[in-house]
Nanobody, 115 residues
Framework: QVQLMEDGGGLVQPGGTLRLSCVAS????????MAWYRQAPGKQRELVAI???????NYADSVKGRFTISRDNAKNTIYLEMNSLKPEDTAVYSC?????????WGQGTQVTVSS
């Protein structure tokens, strides 16, 4: 069993920067991959970025060059550094962790990009 807790969301102006964090607890040794998803009103949930246990990464085309996912295994934490934010980045951002038992979700944190 894995528990996930996100932090770092908020209101930011276009062009601004936010850093999200997600701390995992429980059976953290069983985690294969961790990822950030987002869901905007009226849209399907979208994979933003994913990171493996050895820190290989993949990004959605819409955030390449602007967002960076990273992992600190000693702290059981992943981060999402979001730069050059756009209004279309507004969404609830949720942390996900995959294990052999299944996938786990955090509660989500709201990111709003508006002037």
């Amino acid at each position: 069993q894995v528990q996930l807790m996100e932090d770092g969301g908020g209101l930011v102006q276009p062009g601004g920067t936010l850093r999200l964090s997600c701390v995992a607890s429980g059976s953290v040794f069983d985690i294969y991959n961790m990822a950030w998803y987002r869901q905007a009103p009226g849209k399907q949930r979208e994979l933003v970025a994913i990171i493996s246990r050895v820190s290989t990464t993949n990004y959605a085309d819409s955030v390449k060059g602007r967002f960076t996912i990273s992992r600190d295994n000693a702290k059981n934490t992943i981060y999402l550094e979001m730069n050059s934010l756009k209004p279309e980045d507004t969404a609830v951002y949720s942390c996900w962790a995959g294990t052999m038992r299944g996938g786990y979700w955090g509660q989500g944190t709201q990111v709003t990009v508006s002037s």
